[in-house]
């Protein structure tokens, strides 16, 4: 069974510019989660999907958003980046809702210069 | 906002020696998990508690949710070189969601 996909791996943009980030869960997974990695603040939600629908957002700048697809793939986008915003972006899917039991992808690492 | 403080930072051990590491929080967390990133990847799920007190082992590991429901811990018995990792605990503060409140990690270290 493939596991979760997100490219792209890596990818560096400039202060100012947008990026747009993509994850396939694993197949049969209809929840999608967001969560941003850094050296400082560790993991932090981002988002969490089910069904095309928003069920949870972190405390993040409305520079961040995300949505889901009818065939459960998911994508994030952040405007305006700023330097700040470097991180590793990880995508987790998860076969039942509600139990934290997530399956993550290897993430897209993302550089702002 | 809620914070899971996890300890210790950063561990250094011998193969073969039995690990402990814990998460405590101020506040009440409905669901306790325990997870471990290797470079290069996405965490991975360990253990997932669900009952204050509740105990569970997978293999070598074991965890248990704290009665207070406000700690967890997560011990390694006879530790092996591919243990090596972060190790993160993770809450669900709310109850039935995948927004998880996650500890900055563990850093573990076995020397052969």
């Known amino acids: 069974k493939a596991g979760v996909t997100q490219t792209p791996r890596y990818l560096i943009k400039t202060r100012g510019q947008q990026v747009t980030l993509s994850c396939s869960p694993i197949?049969?997974?209809?929840?999608v989660s967001w969560y941003q990695q850094t050296p400082g603040q560790g993991l932090q939600f981002l988002f969490e999907?089910?069904?095309?629908?928003?069920?949870n957002k972190g405390n993040f700048p409305g520079r961040f958003s995300g949505r889901q697809f009818s065939n459960s793939r998911s994508e994030m986008n952040v405007s305006t980046l700023e330097l700040g915003d470097s991180a590793l972006y990880l995508c987790?899917?998860?076969?039942?809702?509600?139990?934290?039991?997530?399956?993550f992808g290897e993430g897209s690492r993302l550089t702002v210069l | 906002g809620q914070q899971l403080n996890q300890s210790p930072q950063s561990m250094f051990i011998q193969e073969g020696e039995d690990v402990s590491m814990n998460c405590t929080s101020s506040?009440?967390?409905?669901?306790w998990l325990w997870y471990k990133q290797e470079p290069g990847e996405g965490p991975v799920l360990l253990i997932a508690?669900?009952?204050?007190?509740e105990l569970t082992s997978n293999g070598r590991l074991t965890a248990q949710f704290g009665i207070t429901r406000k700690d967890s811990f997560l011990n390694i018995s006879a530790s092996i070189p591919s243990d090596v990792g972060i190790y993160f605990c993770?809450?669900?503060?709310?109850?039935?969601?995948?927004?998880?409140?996650f500890g900055k990690g563990t850093k573990l270290t076995v020397n052969p």
């Open positions: 987790a899917s998860s076969p039942r809702t509600g139990t934290g039991e997530l399956f």
């Open positions: 197949s049969g997974h209809r929840s």
């Open positions: 999907y089910f069904s095309e629908t928003q069920r």
């Open positions: 506040s009440i967390f409905n669901t």
């Open positions: 508690l669900y009952k204050a007190g």
């Open positions: 993770a809450g669900d503060p709310q109850g039935g969601s995948e927004k998880l409140v």
